[in-house]
T-cell receptor
């Protein structure tokens, strides 16, 4: 079985400073890993995904994540936060189509 | 639009009432998923369709929950005799590929239906 733990329920940063959202996963098989973002009253949007290719994955809006098998981590980063980044972020692990396990989410707040 | 749409966006039901939630996936997408997202939680898998076949319904919480996709496109999630614990946002997602393709395809999510059971 696979699962995901998002280590912070809430992260607050100032605009222009780096963002780090932490995710650890557990999986018996080689997983696919995803980060989704959810803005209020909008659908979940895929930021990036890892599927056993390059361990450093670049996504949309300047986000990137690094797959570290030894640490079972897939942390999401961005060098400089923008006000529009304020949203809920979900880390997701999957070992087969149709079996996606979401973390509990991290709410990102960006202060001006 | 070209995305996944869901209706209604908001539904208030009295306890014991039956509800039906609709999902229109992206045209041509083979896979369709339903998720339940409780307040402050991540989405949890309910059921999965590949075309019209319901291949996995292991996440449905009780036999009061029923989903169908009769023509392999639009799907309906029905909840009978709603209870307060059914209050949640119900998300639908679709994906271009089906099981067995060997590649995990991106799931495109709709905006969800917020169900409140009084």
């Amino acid at each position: 079985a696979q699962s995901v733990t998002q280590l912070d329920s809430h992260v607050s940063v100032s605009e222009g400073t780096p963002v780090l959202l932490r995710c650890n996963y557990s999986s018996s098989y080689s997983p696919s890993l995803f980060w989704y973002v959810q803005h209020p009253n909008k659908g979940l949007q895929l930021l990036l995904k890892y599927t056993s290719a390059a361990t450093l994955v670049k996504g949309i809006n300047g986000f990137e994540a690094e797959f570290k098998k030894s640490e079972t981590s897939f942390h999401l980063t961005k060098p400089s936060a923008h006000m529009s980044d304020a949203a809920e972020y979900f880390c997701v692990v999957s070992v087969r189509l149709g079996d996606m396990r979401f973390g509990a989410g991290t709410r990102l707040t960006v202060k001006p | 639009g070209a995305g996944v749409s869901q209706s209604p966006r908001y539904k208030v039901a009295k306890r014991g009432q039956d509800v039906a939630l609709r999902c229109d996936p992206i045209s041509g997408h083979v896979s369709l998923f339903w998720y339940q997202q409780a307040l402050g939680q991540g989405p949890e898998f309910l059921t999965y369709f590949q075309n019209e076949a319901q291949l996995d319904k292991s996440g449905l919480p009780s036999d009061r929950f029923f989903a169908e996709r009769p023509e392999g496109s639009v799907s309906t999630l029905k909840i009978q005799r709603t209870q307060q614990e059914d209050s949640a946002v119900y998300l639908c997602a679709s994906s271009l590929r089906g099981i067995g393709t060997g590649v995990e395809g991106e799931q495109f999510f709709g905006p969800g239906t917020r169900l409140t059971v009084l």
